[in-house]
């Protein structure tokens, strides 16, 4: 079934024709779209210790950032104008901004990211910049204006605290009222201003650099390979310079980095650990007084399950990843646990054979999983 999301396109014509390609707006992509949170809201999460937030400010001496958390007082002192506060991974907190972003799943839980939301007062905006990442910018409560650009140059401002091109060329501009939503793909140059009170809901896309698969491969290579043997140089020789290194000891070291091998198994299993890792900040309680094993399946059979907000659960092959996790099971645990993946709830797992149930019981006991309450909600 299309979404209406996307207005009259569909999400194959999308994928097509705009996705990684070209800007889209969309006008009343979410009809009577307020937004999921109030400002007052946001500056509770920008306070908590366990949310990344910053605020940047616009004024005579330039751009300002600084990084929460922050006092809550803090923001009584703040200006009418030029200011905007962003609050990253809300759909750790916030039940419906994950049903926000299962709006977006025509494209792969793999390159999902956050849903980072900000809040600015006339004027706030964080100055013209480009993004490496792909973007849906839809507008909760208020309007804002923005403006968009194809740009080559992407020289930036010299010591500036934050990214701020240093010459903006806009190309198309509009203004975003509650419900609106504009498509950017990454390298597109952006500027956005609060026209007035207005928060914006950023569905991020991330798209590592090929440095950072390369880097984090190779500390996966690390903790998954053993090579047997030491140096050994039983002939060595006289050498008139000791402080050379010798052609030796370089082609023994390249015979043993010869013996590092990898196959597409290893590949999938490190990409499955590597999306799902949870971030450096994020922490899974586990449950303050746990069900038994035998309580715990009797509850989610009879009220379903979900995970846990901050949960990442991709799949391959027969493998799950949770959580920098990986769990080779059956065919059949796979399909059960597969749609976990996928819906990220499940009202009813009466299907899950004891294998799935088990390994449900486990990630209960890290804290990955909840127990569903009767109605749906949360089982505390």
């Known amino acids: 079934m299309e979404t209406g999301l996307l207005g009259a396109l569909s999400r194959k014509n999308f994928l097509r024709d705009y996705w990684q390609k070209k800007p889209l707006l969309v006008r009343g992509a979410l009809p009577g779209f307020q937004g999921l949170l109030t400002c007052n809201d946001l500056i509770e999460l920008a306070c908590r210790d366990d949310a990344q937030s910053r605020l940047i400010t616009q004024g005579d001496g330039g751009w300002r950032l600084r990084q929460g958390p922050f006092a809550p007082r803090f923001f009584s002192r703040l200006p009418k104008k030029n200011w905007t506060l962003l609050v990253q991974d809300v759909n750790h907190f916030l039940p419906a901004a994950r049903e926000l972003l299962l709006k977006f799943n025509f494209i792969p839980h793999s390159r999902l990211d956050d849903l980072m939301v900000s809040f600015a007062p006339d004027g706030g905006g964080v100055g013209p910049h480009f993004d490496s990442y792909d973007v849906f910018l839809l507008q909760g409560m208020g309007r804002r204006h923005w403006q968009i650009s194809a740009q ?3 020289r930036l401002i010299v010591d500036a605290p934050i990214k701020i091109l240093q010459e903006f060329e806009p190309e198309q501009e509009w203004m975003l009222e509650p419900g609106d939503m504009l498509y950017l793909p990454p390298g597109y140059a952006h500027n956005g201003v609060a026209k007035d009170n207005c928060m914006t809901y950023s569905i991020g896309f991330r798209a590592p650099s090929y440095q950072e698969l390369v880097t984090q491969f190779l500390v996966y290579l690390q ?35 010869d013996k590092i091998k990898w196959n597409l198994a290893d590949i999938e299993r ?13 922490f899974f309680p586990p449950p303050r007084d746990p069900l038994t094993q035998k309580k715990f399946s009797y509850q989610i059979k009879k009220n379903g399950l979900q995970l846990d907000l901050k949960s990442r659960m991709l799949c391959k092959g027969r493998t799950i990843f949770l959580n920098g996790d990986g769990y080779t099971v059956s065919m059949a645990a796979f399909r059960s646990l597969e749609r976990l993946a996928d819906c990220l709830v499940l009202p009813n797992v009466q299907d899950f054979g004891d294998e799935a149930l088990i390994l449900c019981y486990q990630w209960y006991l890290y804290g990955y999983i909840e127990i569903l309450g009767p109605s749906g909600s949360l089982q505390t």
Do not use: W
């Not at 140089?233 to 006289?238: A, E, T, V």
């Not at 490190?270 to 994020?282: A, C, N, Q, R, W």
């Open 152 to 154: 080559r140059n992407k």
């Open 223 to 257: 903790d998954h390979t053993t090579i047997e043997g030491m140096y050994r140089d039983p002939d060595i020789c006289l050498q008139f310079h000791p402080a050379r290194i010798s052609s030796a000891m370089v082609r023994q070291a390249g015979e043993v980095f």
């Open 270 to 282: 490190f990409i499955g650990i590597y999306l799902t890792e949870p971030k450096s900040h994020v």
